[in-house]
């Protein structure tokens, strides 16, 4: 079992930043995906971001990229989300998870653990 916590939304004007980050604890694995995924009311989960284990590659959705930085330390067992020049599009929940596989995948269904998710709300 893996267990993970987010911290870090919040309520901010568009055009501001927010860190979220999200703490693995439990049988974690350097070598695993770490992803970001968000889910706004009415919508599907969707995927935002994710990093690979070893080589730290990243992976963005279109609509995030070149404002997102998804980074880990394998240290802490942390991965972080650097969200900057937010929008109110960008209003949701965000969901940091974790795949026990090597191989980088944007379906939120082969993600095996969860994180119980933070509000993050851009204010235009």
């Known amino acids: 079992q893996v267990q993970l916590v987010e911290s870090g939304g919040g309520l901010v004007q568009a055009g501001g930043s927010l860190r979220l980050s999200c703490v693995a604890s439990?049988?974690?694995?350097?070598?695993?995906?770490m992803g970001w995924f968000r889910q706004a009311p009415g919508k599907e989960r969707e995927f935002v971001a994710a990093?690979?284990?070893?080589?730290?590659?990243?992976y963005y959705a279109d609509s995030v990229k070149g404002r997102f930085t998804i980074s880990r330390d394998n240290a802490k067992n942390t991965v972080y989300l650097q969200m900057n020049r937010l929008k109110p599009e960008d209003t949701s929940v965000y969901y940091c998870?974790?795949?026990?596989?090597?191989?980088?995948?944007?379906?939120?269904?082969?993600?095996?653990?969860w994180g119980q998710g933070t509000q993050v709300t851009v204010s235009s």
């Open positions: 990093i690979t284990g070893d080589t730290h590659n990243t």
């Open positions: 439990g049988r974690t694995s350097d070598t695993y995906i």
């Open positions: 998870a974790t795949r026990s596989n090597v191989i980088v995948t944007m379906s939120a269904d082969d993600y095996d653990y």
